[in-house]
């Protein structure tokens, strides 16, 4: 079946360094969500990508969607504290809201 | 709204009970699903549903039973609970599953804890 893959597993860094995840699949996605999941907390929803080459930003996070629809990223410019949490992507199958999540990233920001 | 809400919040069973884990929400949204999430390992999807009587498996469906009789409810039942169905459970909901983006919101959660 299809995996979808994220790296790093974990980041640790200092307050105002950025940070990157990286979202990839064995097969073609079709259209890609983020979300964020604080700890103890639920996934809530950042984005959707849904073209090719896509790139939308949202404040300090950048995602982009590859060219091949096999990879997605979310990059966080200057972290913050209040950016800790694991970020998931998920492929959202077309045409349906089945969700095949990400093994996600998790994010600790150091003041 | 209240949103999605999940009861109870905690749960711990012995092997081989059963129970059900309660969502609802208050938004009108026809699509409704339960995942459940391991460390490392994310999110997998155990059932879904369309709208009310309908339902479908997800990715890991063994041991899990749902229905949908009204669109605002959707439970998840465990029929002999195992150690293996240790985990935080989350029920989500979206509006239809066929606009160009829709958000799907999640639950607080259910944290089951299987002896």
């Known amino acids: 079946g299809q995996q979808v893959m994220q790296i790093p597993q974990y980041q640790h860094v200092q307050e105002g360094e950025d940070f990157t995840t990286y979202c990839n699949s064995s097969?073609?996605?079709?259209?890609i969500q983020w979300y964020k999941q604080r700890p103890g907390g639920h996934p809530v929803f950042l984005i959707q990508l849904v073209k090719s080459g896509e790139v939308k930003k949202q404040k300090r996070l950048t995602f982009q969607f590859g060219e091949a629809k096999k990879n997605s990223s979310l990059h966080i410019t200057a972290t913050q504290t209040t950016d800790v949490g694991t970020y998931f992507c998920?492929?959202?199958?077309?045409?349906?809201?089945?969700?095949?999540f990400g093994t996600g990233t998790r994010l600790q920001v150091f003041p | 709204n209240a949103g999605v809400t999940q009861t109870p919040k905690f749960q711990v069973l012995k092997t081989g009970q059963s129970m059900t884990l309660q969502c609802a929400q208050d938004m009108n949204h026809e699509y409704m699903s339960w995942y459940r999430q391991d460390p490392g390992m994310g999110l997998r999807l155990i059932h879904y549903?369309?709208?009310?009587?309908?339902?479908d498996q997800g990715e890991v469906p063994n041991g899990y039973n749902v229905s949908r009789s009204t669109t605002e409810d959707f439970p998840l039942r465990l029929l002999s609970a195992a150690p293996s169905q240790t985990s935080v459970y989350f029920c989500a909901s979206s509006y239809s599953g066929q606009g160009d983006t829709d958000t799907q919101y999640f639950g607080p959660g259910t944290r089951l804890t299987v002896l």
């Open positions: 998920a492929d959202r199958r077309g045409g349906t809201d089945k969700l095949i």
């Open positions: 549903s369309v709208g009310a009587g309908i339902t």
């Open positions: 097969t073609t996605l079709s259209n």
